[in-house]
C-alpha cells in the first residue's frame, strides 16, 4: 500500500482507531515524522494531541549500539544483558544519561514551546509514528508511556514490517498493535509514502498549538467548565476564572502573591499543568480594585483567607464541584493566606503547595494547620529558604515536605526553574486529591505512595 503523504496516512489510521473515540485517551506522536500522523488520527477522533520523546543511550565506545534510553520525568530502561557483557560502569552510564537528558531536554522544550505535558495517569496512550521497521524506538516510547503511568499502551503506525509486528507483539511493550498495513518485503518506512519529505520542527510546534486550540471546546462539550466567575466574598464580590476538566478529580484555588492577580503568566502556566493531570483551578483576585488601592491590605493575611474560605464554600456549593476535593496553590505572600485559610477548624482543603511562598506570615497557625503541605523554594532564594525551613519546623501536625528547585530565584525566572516548580506542584496534588471514586468501594489509591 502506497500513502499521498503523512497525513493520508493518518487519516487511513484513524479508521483503525475509532473504537478509541470518547474513551480516556491521549494520542503520542514520535518526533518528528510521527507528529502529522498523529495529529491528523487525534483531529479524526478528536483526542488531545502531544508528542513522547525519546533518547537512545548509546554504548560509550561504540555510540550506535543502543544500551538504553531514556524519556521525560526521569524514565531510563537499560539493557542489562548488554552492559555486563560489555563491562560497563555505572559512571559511565551516568555520563551517557546526563548528556542525553540534556538533549532530550532541550528538544521537548523546542517543540512543546512552555506548554506543559499532558499527564497520562490512568489514560490510554496512543503512540504514534509514521511507520515501523525494526520497532527498536517504538518498543522505547511505549515504555516510557507505561512509566508515566498510561494504563494501557497502544502503538499505531500506518505501515509496519510483518516481522516486527510479532515481536512488538509478543514483547509486551504494547498492549495492542494497530496498523494499515504490514507487509512481508519491507525496505524503508519512507518507500510506502509518495510524499515522505522531512517534517520541521516549526510544523510540530504548529501541529501542537493547534490541537490545544481545540481542546478547550471539547473539554466543555464532554462536561467540564472554562469560564470567569464572580463570587461572593462577605460585603464585597471578588473575580476568578474555573476550568474544570472533564472528570476532575479535584480543584486547586490559586492565592497569588503582592502585586499579582489571577492574570499571572506564572500561576497561569501551573494551572495549565494542574489541567493536563484531570485537575481543576480556580484563579482568583483576592482584592477588589479599590482594596488594591491600600497596600496594607496585601499583607493582611486574615483577609485574604477569608477570601480563600469563601471561595472554597462556593465550590462546595456548585453542582459541578460540590463532590471534588480541594487544595490551595499560594505564591509568595498567598502562599501565608493559604496556611491561614487551611488552619480553619473544619477546613476542607486536602493538599497545600507554596511557591516562592511566605508561610512565615501565618505563623501563629502553622502548627493546627492538618491538610500535607509542600514548601517549593529557589535554591538561590536565600532568605525565603530560612523563612521556609522555619515555618517547616512549626508545622508539626501534617506531612512536610521542602523542596529546592536548582538555580531558582524567587519568581522562577530562570530557564525551566517554573516547569520543574509545576511539576512537583501537579505530584502533589495528584497524590493527594483522588478523585472520590477512585478511593470508594475498598479499592486502593492508586497514586498513593
Known amino acids: 500500500m502506497l500513502f499521498a503523504d503523512r497525513v493520508d496516512a ?16 491521549v494520542v503520542l506522536g514520535l518526533p518528528r515524522g510521527g507528529v502529522p500522523v498523529a495529529a491528523e488520527v487525534a483531529k479524526a477522533i478528536g483526542l488531545p494531541l502531544d508528542v513522547i520523546v525519546v533518547r537512545k543511550l548509546g554504548v560509550p565506545f561504540q555510540p550506535e549500539l543502543a544500551m538504553g534510553a531514556i524519556g521525560e520525568d526521569g524514565a531510563r530502561f537499560l539493557n542489562r544483558a548488554l552492559i555486563e557483557r560489555g563491562r560497563i560502569s555505572r559512571s559511565d552510564i551516568d555520563a551517557v544519561a546526563r548528556r542525553e537528558r540534556e538533549t532530550l531536554d532541550a528538544r521537548v522544550s523546542l517543540l512543546r514551546r512552555g506548554q506543559p505535558r499532558i499527564d497520562l495517569r490512568d489514560k490510554v496512550a496512543i503512540v504514534v509514528d509514521d511507520g515501523v521497521a525494526t520497532g527498536a524506538t517504538a518498543r522505547v516510547a511505549c515504555r516510557v508511556a507505561r512509566h508515566l503511568g498510561a494504563s494501557r499502551v497502544v502503538l499505531a503506525v500506518p505501515v509496519v514490517a510483518a516481522q516486527a509486528v510479532r515481536e512488538l507483539s509478543a514483547g509486551g511493550e504494547a498492549d495492542e498493535v494497530v496498523y494499515v498495513s504490514a507487509p512481508r518485503s519491507f525496505r524503508a518506512v519512507g518507500a510506502h509514502y509518495r510524499d515522505f519529505a522531512p517534517t520541521t520542527d516549526d510544523e510540530v510546534g504548529r501541529l501542537l498549538k493547534a490541537a490545544r486550540e481545540r481542546a478547550p471546546a471539547a473539554a466543555a462539550s464532554d462536561g467540564g467548565a472554562d469560564e470567569d466567575v464572580a463570587i461572593p466574598a462577605g460585603t464585597v464580590t471578588i473575580e476568578g476564572h474555573l476550568t474544570l476538566p472533564a472528570r476532575a478529580r479535584g480543584v486547586v484555588v490559586f492565592a497569588h502573591g503582592s502585586g499579582s492577580s489571577r492574570h499571572s503568566p506564572r500561576n497561569r502556566y501551573v494551572a495549565e499543568v494542574l489541567h493536563g493531570a484531570g485537575l481543576g483551578t480556580l484563579l482568583i483576585d483576592l482584592l477588589t480594585t479599590e482594596e488594591e488601592g491600600d497596600r496594607a491590605n496585601v499583607f493582611n493575611i486574615e483577609l485574604l483567607a477569608g477570601r480563600l474560605a469563601a471561595a472554597t464554600r462556593w465550590l462546595s456549593g456548585r453542582e459541578d464541584t460540590g463532590s471534588c476535593r ?105 497524590r493527594h486529591l483522588p478523585s472520590p471514586a477512585a478511593y470508594g468501594h475498598n479499592e486502593v489509591d492508586p497514586h498513593a505512595t
Open 10 to 25: 493518518g487519516a487511513r489510521l484513524a479508521a483503525r482507531l475509532e473504537s478509541f473515540r470518547g474513551r480516556d485517551a
Open 326 to 430: 480541594y487544595g490551595y496553590f499560594g505564591a509568595s505572600t498567598g502562599a501565608g493566606a493559604a496556611l491561614w485559610a487551611a488552619a480553619e477548624p473544619g477546613s476542607q482543603i486536602a493538599a497545600v503547595v507554596s511557591r516562592g511562598g511566605r508561610p512565615d506570615l501565618a505563623a501563629e497557625r502553622l502548627a493546627t494547620v492538618q491538610a500535607p503541605t509542600l514548601l517549593i523554594v529557589g535554591s538561590r532564594d536565600d532568605v525565603v529558604i530560612d523563612l521556609n525551613r522555619t515555618a517547616q519546623s512549626l508545622m508539626t501536625g501534617c506531612d512536610t515536605q521542602l523542596v529546592l528547585v536548582e538555580g531558582a530565584t524567587h519568581l522562577f525566572e530562570e530557564p525551566g526553574t517554573l516547569a520543574e516548580a509545576a511539576s512537583h506542584a501537579r505530584n502533589w496534588f495528584v
